[in-house]
Structures are given as structure tokens and as C-alpha cells.
């Protein structure tokens, strides 16, 4: 799973554009969570879509990293009902 990067979509249109160029939101609910693959050249940045297709740009990367959670999911354990299950499903097929 490395190289696998979990990002929140989140609910709400305001977003704030930090340093680096993510869309960061303060206090907004998560709707859902997906699984991109890494940007190409770094670690802990989402690349532009989604498992399922989503684009990434508003989404939050989550400071969860299924390769460092032995026997653990791709997304959080607690946030199992928020999983995307187009992310899931391609989790599962790789």
C-alpha cells in the first residue's frame, strides 16, 4: 500500500489556500474517504484524481498511512462508514 495517500472530501464550498497549495478547511465535516495515489516525486502529496476518479484538488490529505498500519484497512478504522466504495473496491483489486 505504500505510496497510497487518504484524503477527505469535505462537506461545504469555503476552502483557504495554504503555502503549499492545498485546500485546507477548517471545522468542515468529512462526506466521504477516498484513496489517491501519490504525486509523482513525493510521499505525502495526493496526485490530481482519486481511485474512483475524483478530482483531489479540494480534498484534505489525512495524516493516515495504510502502509505504515500492518493489518489495518487503507482508510482509518474510524471512519470505516465514510469509506468511498469505488476507492475501496480498487484497493481491493490491487
Known amino acids: 500500500m505504500s505510496g497510497i495517500i487518504v484524503v477527505h472530501e469535505l ?18 465535516a468529512v462526506r466521504r474517504v477516498h484513496a489517491a495515489p501519490a504525486a509523482p ?5 495526493p496526485g490530481p484524481r482519486t481511485l474512483c476518479g475524483r478530482d483531489t484538488f479540494a480534498m484534505e490529505a489525512v495524516p493516515w498511512k495504510p502502509s505504515e498500519q ?6 482509518p478504522p474510524d471512519e470505516a462508514d ?4 469505488a476507492c475501496n473496491a480498487a484497493m481491493d483489486d490491487g
Open 41 to 45: 516525486g513525493t510521499t505525502t502529496e
Open 11 to 28: 462537506d461545504g464550498a469555503v476552502r483557504a489556500r495554504t503555502a503549499r497549495g492545498t485546500a485546507r478547511a477548517v471545522g468542515e
Open 82 to 85: 465514510l469509506a468511498c466504495p
Open 70 to 75: 500492518a493489518g489495518s484497512p487503507w482508510y
